[in-house]
């Protein structure tokens, strides 16, 4: 099955720096990497996501970037805010059978603070 | 309404205690997901619904028991559970079978089992 690696695990930066969080993913059937921000108390909740076909999307202060052939893919944080402090998990899934579902595979978790 | 909702929010319970978990949407999603999360970890996959048939069982446990009485509900019936399933249980919903359907995820419910 999909493993997914995320590095680092801990992530501290002054505000107004940018923050980067990077993954790997192993089954090369992956074609979908949602990025997910969960504060304390709280559900997931997605922030954006990229398809294989696609290298790089961008909203905003978020970015995401593509690397099929490494099979890496990385969140870009810019002019982060004390409110970007949060666990943020990357994952990655693939087509399963018509009938079946997305199986999301998560990553480890990046805990972001963003000192004031 | 783009809102995925559970029911308790917090549930202690004993190891000899049935007790049931509740997920509700109403986004007219036709698949629904139950995962388990342990502290500082991320959430782990255990079940799939799709089009209110069960899909997917990542080898969860018997005493867990997922039903889906309709399209809008997501139940979990939990029954002589271990001190090692107290956890975070996060529910979530995607529009349907095909990839690249955002989850979205409700807010959980905190189990403890003492």
């Known amino acids: 099955g999909e493993n997914v690696e995320q590095h680092p695990s801990t992530l501290s930066v002054q505000e107004g720096d940018s923050a980067v969080i990077k993954c790997t993913y192993s089954?090369?059937?992956?074609?979908?990497f949602p990025w997910y921000k969960q504060e304390l108390g709280k559900g997931p909740q997605l922030i954006i996501d990229?398809?294989?076909?696609?290298g790089e999307k961008k909203d905003q202060r978020i970015a995401v970037t593509l690397n099929k052939t490494a099979k890496h893919f990385s969140l870009h944080i810019t002019e982060t805010q004390p409110e970007d402090s949060a666990v943020y998990f990357c994952?990655?899934?693939?087509?399963?059978?018509?009938?079946?579902?997305?199986?999301?595979?998560f990553g480890t978790g990046t805990r972001l603070a963003v000192r004031p | 309404d783009t809102e995925v909702t559970q029911t308790p929010k917090h549930l202690v319970m004993g190891m000899t205690n049935k007790k049931s978990l509740k997920c509700e949407q109403h986004?007219?999603?036709?698949?629904m997901y139950w995962y388990k999360q342990k502290a500082k970890k991320p959430p782990e996959l255990m079940f799939v619904?799709?089009?209110?048939?069960?899909?997917i069982n990542e080898s969860v446990p018997s005493r867990f028991s997922p039903e889906c009485p309709n399209s809008s509900l997501l139940n979990l019936h939990l029954h002589a559970l271990q001190p090692e399933d107290s956890a975070l249980y996060l529910c979530?919903?995607?529009?349907?079978?095909?990839?690249?359907?955002?989850?979205?995820f409700g807010p959980g419910t905190r189990l403890t089992v003492l």
């Open positions: 089954d090369s059937a992956s074609n979908y």
């Open positions: 979530a919903s995607s529009q349907g079978v095909v990839t690249y359907n955002e989850q979205f």
């Open positions: 986004m007219g999603h036709r698949a």
């Open positions: 619904y799709s089009y209110e048939k069960l899909s």
């Open positions: 994952a990655a899934t693939s087509t399963q059978k018509k009938s079946s579902g997305d199986k999301l595979t």
């Open positions: 990229i398809r294989s076909n696609v």
